[in-house]
T-cell receptor
Framework: GIQVEQSPPDLILQEGANSTLRCNFSDSVNNLQWFHQNPWGQLINLFYIPSGTKQNGRLSATTVATERYSLLYISSSQTTDSGVYFCAVDPLIYNFNKFYFGSGTKLNVKP | DTAVSQTPKYLVTQMGNDKSIKCEQNLGHDTMYWYKQDSKKFLKIMFSYNNKELIINETVPNRFSPKSPDKAHLNLHINSLELGDSAVYFC?????????????FGPGTRLTVL
């Protein structure tokens, strides 16, 4: 099956700092999504981004489908950004949406 | 209004018991999913239903039986619970089963098997 690798696995930031999270995937995909799992366990969809660049406030994401990677940028980080960030991909080879998740990047933003 | 809801939020039970988790979505979506998140936070798809029909069954033991009475509900029944079934189970939904779409997740059900 498709391999989805996220880096770094852990990240500690001081409030106000910027960071970049990376997701590499091994095969062509229909769909790529970024999620944030907050410390209470809730999974929130951040971006649907199979290609190109999108921005939402302090967050932005870029996917380069031809090179099989996606980046999530967090600017001016806040303590509420803490949690685990997951990348999920839907491989082209399947007839139906079938998402494979990476192992996540655990972010801790310190005040 | 909660878009995707699950009950119960916590479930503690003994090995060998049978238990069910319920999921409901009020988004009008056609497709619903069950995911399992293990103790290392790894998320893996288990099942997907589209308009009450099973479309993905991801090599899950047949002790797990999903049931979709209508397209707004997808329940998960687990027979003969084992220690390894302890995990957080997430329900999710999306508008369609095919192609580009976003998924919306429920709050999760933390299952502990003793």
């Amino acid at each position: 099956g498709i391999q989805v690798e996220q880096s770094p696995p852990d990240l500690i930031l001081q409030e106000g700092a910027n960071s970049t999270l990376r997701c590499n995937f091994s095969d062509s995909v229909n769909n790529l999504q970024w999620f944030h799992q907050n410390p209470w366990g809730q999974l929130i969809n951040l971006f649907y981004i199979p290609s190109g660049t999108k921005q939402n406030g302090r967050l932005s994401a870029t996917t380069v489908a031809t090179e099989r990677y996606s980046l999530l940028y967090i600017s001016s980080s806040q303590t509420t950004d803490s949690g685990v960030y997951f990348c999920a991909v839907d491989p082209l080879i399947y007839n139906f949406n079938k998402f494979y998740f990476g192992s996540g990047t655990k972010l801790n933003v310190k005040p | 209004d909660t878009a995707v809801s699950q009950t119960p939020k916590y479930l503690v039970t003994q090995m060998g018991n049978d238990k069910s988790i319920k999921c409901e979505q009020n988004l009008g979506h056609d497709t619903m999913y069950w995911y399992k998140q293990d103790s290392k936070k790894f998320l893996k798809i288990m099942f997907s239903y589209n308009n009450k029909e099973l479309i993905i069954n991801e090599t899950v033991p047949n002790r797990f039986s999903p049931k979709s009475p209508d397209k707004a509900h997808l329940n998960l029944h687990i027979n003969s619970l084992e220690l390894g079934d302890s995990a957080v189970y997430f329900c999710a939904s999306s508008q369609e089963a095919v192609g580009t779409d976003t998924q919306y997740f429920g709050p999760g059900t933390r299952l502990t098997v003793l």
